[in-house]
């Protein structure tokens, strides 16, 4: 006899590699038919996925995007260690052993209206789910600042949607999200070309810089992407008093809260801490919570 | 109701409690045995008993991260007992918990005797079916392996914790010690029901760009399929020590498939413990429940405790060793 399914039920499928498809810098965008997966994951969430035989423990890859309707569930990765190499081996037509969705999501909840994306590397896809989540809502006016050091996953192309107070010359974007009416830069230190030189916080300490306090007071920032970014994303929020959510990585074993071996040190009072599961309390933190 | 009944071949006794199959859900892989529920498919019925994090008299904080990392064929741990304390686990865990589901067992530990003491008869007085005694914790500065690679220690720890209680004692043995079947003796004599064989192998990975340990704790426990041999030796020895005096064991150790669990049980164990395999396929226990159930009926077993310490050994070699 089985537990019925619930809000918080991770779900086990086989999923059927769609396409996978490699771009530069040895970035993959893999798509699944994982219809219980698509129906509940949420920006922030991750699958806990089996990537081959030959290794034993999952890894965790968060999710870009999904379509209930169609019932597929989007990952963008970038092959960085053995599980991810091997992933990228795998084949359309080929089943994957995939759990999820798993973790808790980015919250629009605080009743601010700008929420400010910022995603670098593989820390792109949560962005642009939740980029996905926002579409079309007019409650919010969201502004997406994505940052790659090799060349990004997809073609920029001029942006259609102006944006005030940007840098000169700083008109590219990710074609999906302009498509979705989100407005959307590019930051890098390669000089790609219609992007902004140097890292998504100083474009986006730039862009903060020219709003009132009125503005700036409407404004929470949402993150995703390497350590150092995340924590620079985090001094940048504390230093406007924004409230800023960020998503974090470990090394997982469970995924799925049983073995306490995905732990951040978060802090829950002046002087308190305690040791959070990525997993399932996490991967989306408060900032102050867990830089500090 | 349970998937198997009171006469399933599958079922067996542990120190007088019934276990609808022989399979245990090991400490420190299945949390309080509330989290793998949110699974799709799984089910705490599925298994015979679970084993509960370690747990200890203060709320624990646990090692700074990371804290596990894969290697071949096994992964490395070092959790070092994150747990809310033995107050909160009674109080607040333990009545969340279906005792009609399956057996639930504590496992304790400690940094003094007299902790383990005190944490054994707080458990004493709960609900709990047995208790396990951890003293064989490598991620812990003292206690844990500390004791359990000495004999004396261990006795020591195992006479304070009979003292507590009158459930059934499960003593959780290291195979990081010369002589795991003498110091086995010594704990049956201080009043050990069971045993637990093996808990992790201690070891390293290291990170060669940063030349650092990628373990936070610098080592950590080895487990899964890489340990199965070490493992099952070690059940076989123990096993020697307990077959005059009836103590069941639940071997474990990378234990993955029916034919793993087979394994363990041919070389002395009555139940068998599933740790690390969980985390790859949470739904591993009907696939070994199954398969175990079709070994009995192809070899006309009526009972899984048939089994147990059937081993047949070679004879021993006449002639030359073969180093
Ligand atoms: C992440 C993790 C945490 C563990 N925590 C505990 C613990 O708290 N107490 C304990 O007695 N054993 C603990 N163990 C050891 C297991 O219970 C088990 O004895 C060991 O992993 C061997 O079995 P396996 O290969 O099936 O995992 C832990 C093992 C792992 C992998
Ligand atoms: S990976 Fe096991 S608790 Fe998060």
């Known amino acids: ?292 | 109701m349970s998937a198997t009944t009171t006469d399933s071949p599958l079922a067996i006794d542990f120190c007088g409690l019934h276990f609808a199959n022989p399979l245990v859900l090991l400490s420190g892989c299945v949390g309080f045995g509330e989290e793998y529920t949110r699974v799709e498919g799984f089910s705490n019925r599925d298994a015979g008993a679970i084993c509960l994090k370690g747990t200890t008299l203060e709320p624990r904080l646990g090692n700074q991260p990371h804290r596990v990392y894969e290697t071949p064929d096994g992964m490395l741990n070092s959790i070092g007992l994150q747990n809310p304390g033995v107050g909160i686990v009674v109080d607040e865990i333990l009545p969340t918990l279906d005792f009609s589901e399956t057996r639930f067992i504590a496992n304790v530990s400690g940094s003094t005797v007299e902790e383990y003491e005190q944490v054994t008869r707080r458990f004493d007085n709960s609900p709990i079916d047995a208790i396990e005694i951890n003293i064989s914790c490598p991620n812990v500065k003292q206690g844990g392996v500390a004791f359990g690679n000495d004999p004396q220690m261990s006795a020591r720890v195992v006479e304070a914790c009979r003292r507590a209680t009158n459930k059934p004692l499960i003593t959780k043995l290291s195979p990081n010690q010369t002589d795991i079947a003498a110091n086995a003796k010594h704990c049956i004599e201080a009043g050990s029901d069971a045993f637990s064989v093996i808990n992790t192998l201690m070891g390293m990975a290291i990170d060669i760009e940063s030349r650092r340990p990628i373990i936070g704790n610098n080592q950590g426990g080895l487990s899964g399929p890489a340990i199965k041999p070490v493992a099952l030796l070690k059940v076989h020895q123990v096993y020697q020590v307990c077959k005059a005096h009836g103590i069941p064991i639940i071997g474990q150790g990378g234990v993955n498939s029916a034919e793993d669990a087979l394994e363990f049980i041919i070389a002395g164990a009555t139940a068998v413990g599933v740790g690390t395999a969980l985390f790859y396929d949470p739904l591993i226990c009907h696939k070994i429940n199954s398969g175990i159930a079709a070994y009995l009926g192809k070899h006309k077993l009526q009972s899984i405790m048939q089994l147990t310490g059937s081993l047949r050994l070679n004879e021993p070699p006449k002639a030359h060793c073969g180093c």
């Open chain 1, 1 to 292: 006899m089985e537990n019925k399914p619930h809000r918080d039920t991770i779900f086990s499928e086989q999923a059927q590699i769609l396409s996978h498809q490699a771009c530069a810098g040895e970035q993959y965008i893999l798509r699944v038919a994982a219809p219980k997966c698509a129906a509940n994951a949420l920006p922030g969430s991750f699958a806990h996925i089996k990537v081959a035989p030959a290794l034993l423990l999952r890894r965790p890859i968060s999710i870009m995007r999904t379509s209930a309707t169609e019932g597929w569930v989007e990952f963008l990765y970038k092959a960085v260690g053995e599980g991810t190499r091997l992933l990228a081996t795998r084949q359309p037509g080929e089943m994957l052993d995939m759990l999820g969705p798993i973790g808790t999501a980015f919250k629009f909840e605080s009743g601010r209206s700008r929420p400010l994306l910022i995603g670098g590397g593989v820390g792109m896809p949560p962005m642009i789910f939740a980029a996905q989540q926002l579409r079309g809502n007019d409650l919010f006016k969201p502004l997406a600042i994505l940052g790659s050091e090799v060349p990004f996953p997809f073609r920029p192309r001029p942006s259609r949607i102006l944006i005030p107070a940007m840098p000169d010359g700083v008109i590219a974007c990710m074609p999906l999200l302009d498509d979705w009416g989100i407005p959307c830069r590019l930051a890098s230190q390669q000089g790609y070309a219609g992007c902004y030189q140097g890292f998504v916080t100083d474009l986006a300490r730039d862009w903060l810089n020219t709003l009132d306090r009125e503005q700036l007071n409407q404004v929470e920032i949402f993150a995703c992407g390497p350590h150092p970014m995340l924590a620079a994303v985090a001094m940048l929020a504390a230093e406007l008093d924004l409230p800023c959510q960020v998503s974090l990585e470990e090394y997982m074993a469970c995924g799925v809260g049983g073995c306490a071996g995905c732990v951040v040190p978060v802090k829950t009072g002046a002087t308190s801490q305690a040791m959070k599961r990525v997993c399932v309390d996490g991967p989306v933190f408060d900032a102050r919570q867990v830089f500090f």
